[in-house]
């Protein structure tokens, strides 16, 4: 039996000091994420229904609501994203020989360049 002395946290203690709430707020990303994914998992789905269903579920896509949830997904994704690649250099640093490279590189080696390159051919792909 653990008779350690806990000390209470109020349901918003992450609001008190600035880094808690980015971290909060980079978690709670995700549940945009999993929101987005359903979305897809729907799109396939009607997609399989056939060509009038799926059409439908298309001109469903241009009112309002769905365009300003896609945008807030896309704004949730690259919050996580950025977040993400800024955090991964801390857990996994990398060294060139006995010198450990500077965050911002290692995030950019890691994260950030492949990112834009990975873009970029995906862009250059759609639009030719």
Same mark, same amino acid.
């Given at each position: ?72 997904? =896309? /704004? %949730? ?6 977040? *993400?690649?800024? !955090?991964?250099?801390? @857990?996994?640093?990398?060294? #060139? ?7 911002? =590189? /290692? %995030? ?6 492949? *990112?834009?390159? !990975?873009?970029?051919? @995906?862009?250059?792909?759609? #639009?030719?």
């Amino acid at each position: 039996m653990n008779l350690r002395y806990k000390t209470p946290l109020r349901p918003s203690w992450f609001m008190d000091k600035p880094g808690f709430r980015l971290f909060m707020l980079r978690e709670a990303t995700s549940l945009f994420m999993a929101g987005y994914l359903i979305f897809l998992l729907v799109w396939l789905r009607r997609l399989g229904q056939g060509p009038e269903a799926y059409a439908t579920f298309l001109e469903s896509l241009r009112h309002p609501v769905p365009i300003l949830l896609h945008l807030v997904a =896309l /704004a %949730a994704s690259l919050y996580h994203s950025i977040t *993400w690649f800024n !955090l991964t250099p801390k @857990i996994m640093p990398m060294y #060139l020989g006995e010198d450990r490279l500077p965050d911002k =590189l /290692a %995030a950019v080696a890691m994260g950030f360049g492949p *990112w834009i390159v !990975l873009s970029g051919i @995906i862009l250059w792909g759609v #639009l030719r």
